[in-house]
Each structure stands twice: as C-alpha cells, then as structure tokens.
C-alpha cells in the first residue's frame, strides 16, 4: 500500500512539473506574439513566469517581456526588481521598455525616484525624454499622498540647467494636473522663478489634503 500511495505522489508531481513546463511555453508563445488578452486570461499566475524568463533572457526577449508586463499593468514586487536592474542599461529599445513598465508593475516611491534621475541626468535626452513620459502616463499604482513625491521632482526639475528637462518636467505637471502655472521653460529665469513659486504654492495646498 505503501509503494502504490509513493507511485501515485511521484506521479501527481511529475503530471505537475509537466503542466508547468507546458504553461511556460504557452507564456513564452503569448509573449512572443505579444498576445497580452492570452497572458490575461490565465491571469496573474502569469507574473512569476515572466519574472524567471525575464532574468535568463537575452536583451531583445527581456524588452518584449518588458513590454508584456506593461500592457498587464498588475503588481509585482518581483517584476519591479528585475526591472530595476535594467533601468540604466544602454540598450535603447530595453531601457524604454523597462522606464514604461516600471510604474504598471509598482507604487513604490524608489520606482519615481530613480525615473525622476533619468529625466534630469541621463547623457541621452531620449531617455530623459521617455523617463518624463513614464513619470506622465504610467504611475498607475500611486496613492494621491504618494504623487506629492512625484510633483515635487517635477517641481524641482523645473529649476534645471537643462532647456529640455525643464519643458517635459511642465509637459509631466500639466497632463497630472491640467495646470502650468504660467511656466514657460524659454522664459527668463526671475519669470520661471515666479511661476516655480506659484507650482510650490500649489503643492503645500495639495499636500495638506493628503
């Protein structure tokens, strides 16, 4: 009796091994063919297959994962850590994918922090650029007392050296919020200062509510 109930466990473990093996490959198949309505209707047991895919892939596999996992826009501490491991690399096409997917995948402020660094001091100004798009459109997850983090970056990044930072920081605040303050990033510096001044107003105002 013994050996038959050892027979029947040893193989209810490998009829499930080999179920896993066989969802594996359907997900990789789905992701592929970038079939996000496939990876959604398994559901979120989706999410630990694509992290381990994601950390034994090559560059090109990852950024289709990368992508994947922004079209699902569910959370995963596991995905947010390995995407963070890419989120400076120099491969163009990973590095935009990666910058998207971060907030779809996490609300975590260390996620705003590192996109608001790109923005204002990464040498290429498409990843500066694309860092202010994520930071507009793809903080999915942030609670409205997390965003205070969020606008006061972008607050700040309207102070920068840099013509370009300072325009997508107004463009980030302006689609959050629907309001520019009269900043101009061309403007001199008092006008800037003037309405930087008026965004600070705001943003005590805003932070009290939260």
Known sequence: MKRIAFLLISACLSLSLQAAQVDAVKIQSLVSQRNVAGLKAIGTSVLPVLVEMYRVSDETKKADIADALYQLGWKSPEAKQVLMADVHTQNQNLRLQVQYALGR?????????????????????????????????????????????????????????????????????????????????????????????EWRKWLDEYRSRW
């Open 105 to 197: 995948v996490s609300a975590d402020v260390d996620v705003v922090d590192v996109l608001l660094d790109n923005m204002r001091n990464d040498a290429n100004p498409l990843f500066r650029d694309k860092a202010a798009c994520a930071l507009a459109y793809d903080q999915i997850h942030l609670t409205e007392k997390q965003k205070v983090r969020l606008y006061e970056g972008l607050i700040k990044a309207l102070s920068d050296s840099k013509l370009d930072v300072r325009s997508i920081a107004a463009l980030a605040l302006s689609i959050h919020t629907g309001q520019t303050k009269g900043f101009d990033a061309n403007a001199s510096s008092s006008q800037r200062e003037a309405a930087i001044r």
